[in-house]
């Protein structure tokens, strides 16, 4: 019997607006996001106790939790204009549950400090183009399946530095072909350490230029590859 089926986008005509403060995750499931209170001291202190030691580090400098006063004053942003916190709950077990949070403190009448925590369920790895070597190693080592590229149960080691080269030559084409807007490659396979890798399949959407468009009804800004 088939269990329930989680779509990955909703239909654009069931989509809210983003001031609805409605997430729609990767996972198709739904987060509501909206501004802290008063009343949000003990989902939040149990949101940072949560996080990983590394993640509480980003977050506060430091592996413990955070002090409950802090936790409270996070929780107390009556002036909007100074300061702000903005959680992101998503339900569990039939009840609401903090899975990230934002925080901003005003420096200055144009400055303000921003610090944010995100559930650990919920990281990705990520970095912005053009990628260097460093990032590339980051990337490919970041995911959770690692240990599975570096050889597991008996199957050879993955040719990481293939992999590698694939993101660095992604970031490079992104860089020099702005009219992509987005590139999937999926799957690409990895063969042991010498043999490289290979992309099996790639879906281009290419953003064509509005003005290239003009007088032509019907047209859509973007094509696909």
Not at 34 to 62: I, K, N, Q, Y
Not at 76 to 88: C, I, K, P
Not at 218 to 224: D, L, Q, R
Request: glycine share 8%; charged share 25%; proline share 8%.
């Amino acid at each position: 019997m088939l269990g329930p089926v989680h779509p990955r986008c909703i239909p654009v005509p069931f989509q809210d607006s983003a001031e609805s403060g409605r997430l729609i995750l990767r996972d198709g499931s739904t987060a509501q996001v909206r501004v802290a209170t008063g009343g949000d001291s003990a989902a939040l202190a149990d949101f940072f106790r949560r996080l990983s030691p590394e993640s509480r580090r980003h977050r506060f400098l430091s592996a413990a939790p955070p002090a409950p006063d802090l936790v409270s004053t996070l929780c107390q942003g009556s002036d909007g204009h100074s300061t702000l916190t903005l959680v992101a709950t998503r339900r569990h077990e039939g009840a609401p549950q903090i899975i990230a949070t934002g925080s901003y403190l005003a420096t200055g009448e144009k400055v303000a400090e921003v610090a944010l925590a995100v559930d650990d369920a919920f990281h990705v790895c990520f970095r912005v183009a053009p990628l260097s070597d460093a990032d590339a190693a980051e990337l490919v080592r970041g995911i959770r399946g690692f240990r599975l590229l570096e050889g597991y149960r008996g199957h050879p080691a993955a040719d990481l530095s293939a992999i590698e080269e694939t993101l660095l030559r992604v970031s490079r084409l992104a860089e020099e072909v702005p009219e992509i807007g987005e590139l999937d490659l999926n799957p690409v396979f990895a063969f042991p350490p010498g043999e490289g890798c290979r992309i099996a399949d790639a879906r281009v959407q290419v953003r064509v230029p509005a003005n290239t468009l003009q007088g032509v009804a019907g047209k859509s800004p973007i094509a696909e590859a």
